[in-house]
C-alpha cells in the first residue's frame, strides 16, 4: 500500500511480521524507494521492545546528578568491543583493518553540538543493532529493571532516580544528555555499514550507510542543557574519573591545527598496575566496568602470582546480589585474559560454581595465546590455577568472617545460599566451607559458626541439631523444639532450600553428625539440660509412659496406615502431639519442597508423637485405660490430633470434611459433658 509518492520514487508501509526477527515490538515499517521499476528498502522503523520504551522514559525524564556516566558507558562499550575484535582476530587475522592498534577517539563538535564516541572494535551487523539497542539484553539494564520491578513490588519509594545510580543502564543511559543518537557500526569481516538513529521515544530506524573501516561510531546530540559535555575540560575529567581503568588509549581529537590528540587516560589495563599505583576509585571504577555492576565492591582481590602458572588475579565480590544468581547454569562471569588480551567473558573453569558471584579477571601468562574457548575445558594449567584462586577465596573469606564478624554477616546473607551449595558438590573443600558457613539458631542472636555451636554444646549432647523450614522465625517455633529449649539445647534454624541437600549429606563436623530435631532419632535423654526438673524428669516418665500404653495402641488402630508409629515424645513440653520423620525416611520439609516441584507424588506416613505430660493427653490415657477400645471419642481425638499436627506443619489437613465433622462432634460431646 503506497502511503506517498514523491517525485517518482514511492513509498510503501508493509504489515508487520514480516521480518524473523525477535523482539521487534507492536510494529515495524518498512521503507522502499523505487528507482527505475526497482523497488529496494532505504530505511526500516521498529518500535523498542516495550520494556526499553519504559526505561527511555525513565532515563530521560531522570533528573540524574550523575548524567556524565554516560560517557562512562559509551567507553565501557567501546572498550569491550576492541577486546571482542582482538579475541576473533587472534584465529581470523584478517579481520583488523590497517595496523591493529586498538583505539577509543572522542570528538566535540561544537557547531552541531555532538559528542562522538569512536572505537576501532568489531562493530555491529544489522541483526546485532536490533538485538542489541532495540531490546534488554544486557546484564546491567536487564537487573535494573528487575530491581525496578521488585521495589514497585515492595512499595519502597525508593525513586527511580536513585536505581539509575545504583545500576548505570548501558547504553541507554546516554539518552540522559541526548535529543537524538546515531550509530554508524561496521562490523569486522563484513561490507556493509548500518546507521541507527533514535530519540530515544518509543522508535529507532535503521538505514544502509557507509563506514570506512570496522568499528563504531556513536554520535551524541547533546540536549541544550548539557552543552557542558563539549568542553574539553568537563571531558578530562569525566574519563580520568571513570576510564582511567580503560587498558586502551582513550584519545580527545585536537582540531588537526593547533590542538593536538589527546590521551586522557593512563591506558594501561588496571591490574597490570602496582598496587600502589591504584587508587580505591580506579578499583571501583573497574569493578563496574567489568562486572556490570554499580554497587561498591564488598571485597577486593588483587594478586600477581609467579611459579608453575604465572597469572594475575583482580576478584571482586559484590556488595549485592547479582540479578542472575540463582540461574540455573549456575556460571561463573569471571573474564579470561590471556597476556592482557581478552579471551572470554564467565569461563566456568577459574572457580567453582558456588563462587559465582566472584566478578573481575584472571590474566595468564602461560596459556597459549591461541587458545580457543572450548580448548579451555579440561584444561591442566586452568586446573591449577582454579585450584590456587579457590584456595585464595577461602583464605580471604576467613580472615573477614574473623576480622569484622558483622561485614562478614551482610555477605553471608547476601551469598551464603550460594555458597552452601559447594557442601555436597565440593568434598575436598569441604572443611574450608563448613569452617566459612554462619547459621541462626535457637539461642544465638546473630550468626553462629559450626565451632561456636561445638563449644557451646551440652554434656552428653553428641549430635549438632538443626531444624528445616521456610523461615526462621517460624521453625524455632516449631512444638519439636520444644524439649531441646527445655534443655537449652541449641538447634541450627535452616532455611535455605539448598540447607535439605548438604546437610543430609554433610558428613560430621568435628566428629559431630548432623541430626534433624524432627526426626525420630533425635534423643535427648542422655542430654544433661538446663532443666530444672531434670532429676526427678526420668521416673516421671517411666510412669507416665506406662500410662499412655492403651492409649498409643488405640491411636494405632484407629488410624492404620495414615501414620508409620505412635510414640511417646521425648521432646515435647507444651503441644500435645508433633509429627517426626522416622530415622531414614525424608525429612518433612525436604518432602514438601519435592512435591511442590512435582518431584514427589506420594507423601511417606510419619511417626506421631504424645506428650504424654500434656492434660488432654493424660485425661485420653485415662479413658483409653478404662474403656473397652471402642471408644469413637479415642478415634475422633486422634485424628484431630493427626490433623492438629499437620497444620502445625503447615500441611493441608487431609479429609476437611471428616475434620470438621469430628471437631462438631467432639464439641457438642464436651458442652454436653
Ligand atoms: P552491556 O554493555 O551491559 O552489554 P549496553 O547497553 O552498554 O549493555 O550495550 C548493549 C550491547 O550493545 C552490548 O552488549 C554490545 O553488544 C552492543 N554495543 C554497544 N556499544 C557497542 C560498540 N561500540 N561496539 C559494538 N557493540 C556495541
Ligand atoms: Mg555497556
Known sequence: MPISTDGGKSLFELPSGTCALRSIGPYQCRIFEKTNGVRHMTKETFSFQAEVSKLLDIVAHSLYSHKEIFLRELISNASDACDKLRYEA?????????????????????????????????????????????????????????????????????????????????????FMVADNIEVTTRRAGEDKAWLWISDGRGEFSIEEADRSSHGTDVVVHLKKADKEYLEPERIRTIVKTYSDHVGLPVVLQGDGKDIADETLNTASAVWTRAKKDISEDDYKEFYHHVSHMFDDPWLTIHNRVEGVQAYTNLLYVPS?????????????????????????DNCDELLPSYFRFLRGIVDSEDLPLNISREMLQHNPALAKI??????????????????????????????????????????????????IARFRSTTSDGLTSLAEYVERMKDGQDAIYYITGE?????????????????????????????????????????????????????????????????????????????????????????GEKVKDVRTSERLTDSAVCLVADEGDMDIHLERMLKQHKQLSEATPRVLEINPDHALIGKLAKRAADG??????????????????????????????????????????????
Open 90 to 174: 587472534l584465529t581470523t587475522p584478517a579481520l583488523i583493518d590497517g595496523d591493529g592498534e586498538f583505539q577509543i577517539t572522542l570528538a566535540v563538535d561544537k557547531k552541531a553540538k555532538t559528542i562522538a564516541i569512536s572505537d576501532n572494535g568489531i562493530g555491529m551487523t544489522r541483526d546485532d543493532l536490533v538485538a542489541t539497542l532495540g531490546t534488554i539484553a544486557s546484564s546491567g539494564t536487564q537487573a535494573f529493571m528487575d530491581a525496578l520491578g521488585a521495589a514497585k513490588k515492595d512499595k519502597k519509594e525508593k525513586s527511580e532516580v536513585d536505581l539509575i545510580g545504583q545500576f548505570g543502564v548501558g547504553f541507554y543511559s546516554a
Open 628 to 673: 473397652d477400645g471402642k471408644d469413637t471419642i479415642i478415634e475422633d481425638a486422634a485424628y484431630l490430633l493427626l490433623d492438629q499436627a499437620r497444620i502445625v506443619e503447615g500441611e493441608p489437613v487431609a479429609d476437611p470434611l471428616a475434620f470438621s465433622r469430628r471437631m462438631a462432634s467432639v464439641m457438642e460431646k464436651g458442652l454436653a459433658g
Open 386 to 435: 582454579k585450584k590456587a584462586l579457590t584456595k585464595r577465596v577461602f583464605n580471604e573469606l576467613k580472615k573477614k568472617a574473623e576480622k569484622a564478624p558483622e561485614e562478614y554477616a551482610t555477605f553471608w546473607d547476601n551469598f551464603g545460599a550460594v555458597v552452601k551449595e559447594g557442601i555436597y558438590e565440593d568434598f575436598e573443600n569441604r572443611d574450608n566451607l563448613l569452617g
Open 471 to 559: 523461615d526462621a522465625e517460624q521453625v524455632a517455633q516449631s512444638p519439636q523444639l520444644e524439649g531441646f529449649k527445655a534443655k537449652g539445647v541449641e538447634v541450627l534454624l535452616l532455611t535455605d532450600p539448598v540447607d535439605e541437600f548438604w546437610v543430609s549429606s554433610a558428613g560430621p563436623y568435628e566428629e559431630k553428625p548432623f541430626k534433624s530435631a524432627t526426626r525420630g532419632g533425635a534423643d535427648l535423654t542422655n542430654v544433661a539440660g538446663d532443666d530444672k526438673k531434670d532429676g526427678d524428669d526420668n521416673d516421671d516418665k517411666k510412669d507416665t509412659t506406662e500410662d499412655v500404653a492403651p492409649l498409643i495402641a488405640a491411636f494405632k488402630v484407629a488410624l
Open 320 to 344: 549485592s546480589r547479582p540479578f542472575d544468581l540463582f540461574q540455573p547454569e549456575r556460571k561463573s562471569q569471571l573474564k579470561l585474559y590471556v597476556k592482557r588480551v581478552y579471551i572470554t
